[in-house]
């Protein structure tokens, strides 16, 4: 079950940081020349769903791999600022947050 919400956090982190750029590109097209608002109708809600899953991944995590609270704090504001999920995912890798306890590693045998 971690070892799950784990890797949703992660795909999450990766995919809310991708939504921010199409929402960008969408911004760059509505006040740009082309005036097309079609690109931010499309990927804003796209945006808004994977921002409020990060964040419930977030909590979910911070939960099962008790996290403190400051950790937990910095990963929920970095869900604001383009792009800072995925500096966050990282660091929290690199500072050993996200890893699998040994236990969690095993694969199940099958029955039968």
Do not use: N
Request: glycine share 8%.
């Amino acid at each position: 079950m971690r070892e799950k919400i784990t890797r949703l956090f992660v795909v999450a982190a990766i995919a809310e940081a991708c939504s921010w750029l199409a929402l960008l590109v969408g911004m760059a097209v509505k006040y740009g020349p082309p005036a097309d608002e079609t690109g931010v109708q499309i990927f804003g809600p796209i945006h808004g769903g994977l921002f409020v899953a990060y964040g419930v991944l977030v909590l979910a995590v911070a939960r099962l791999r008790r996290w403190s609270l400051p950790v937990t704090a910095v990963a929920l504001v970095c869900s604001v600022p383009p792009f800072a999920t995925l500096l966050f995912e990282r660091w929290a890798r690199r500072r050993g947050l996200l890893r699998l306890t040994p236990a969690e590693r095993r694969t199940p045998t099958p029955v039968g």
